[in-house]
Nanobody
Framework: QVLFVESGGGLVQPGGSLTLSCAAS????????MRWYRQAPGKQREFVAH???????IYADSVKGRFTISRDNAKNTAYLQMNTLKPEDTAVYYC???????WGQGTQVTVSS
């Protein structure tokens, strides 16, 4: 019954911004850390950002300083604000709890001129 629904992706130019949302259901959201991952074409899924229950955050070096993960426990939703996007950020972005549960469909982010 656990479900993650990612949304907010789209096509943006390099240097642009997007905010992704992750609506979670089927578990007690506030009791778990949350993460964003991404998977680029031809590549493995990789870690992007982590937010602890305390709201302390950790980022992959590739996005540090550009992306911000946040959470709203009242809405059972995690967010990823993505700024100064680069072509190498192009990927399908997924959210999940930590430990991982079932994966959602993700949302496509394409950064291109």
């Amino acid at each position: 019954q656990v479900l993650f629904v990612e949304s907010g992706g789209g096509l943006v130019q390099p240097g642009g911004s997007l905010t992704l949302s992750c609506a979670a259901s089927g578990f007690t959201f506030s009791n778990y850390d949350m993460r964003w991952y991404r998977q680029a074409p031809g590549k493995q899924r990789e870690f992007v950002a982590h937010i602890y229950r305390s709201s302390i955050t950790i980022y992959a070096d590739s996005v540090k300083g550009r992306f911000t993960i946040s959470r709203d426990n009242a809405k059972n939703t995690a967010y990823l604000q993505m700024n100064t996007l680069k072509p190498e950020d192009t990927a399908v972005y997924y959210c999940n709890s930590m430990p991982n549960r079932a994966w959602g469909q993700g949302t496509q982010v394409t950064v291109s001129s």
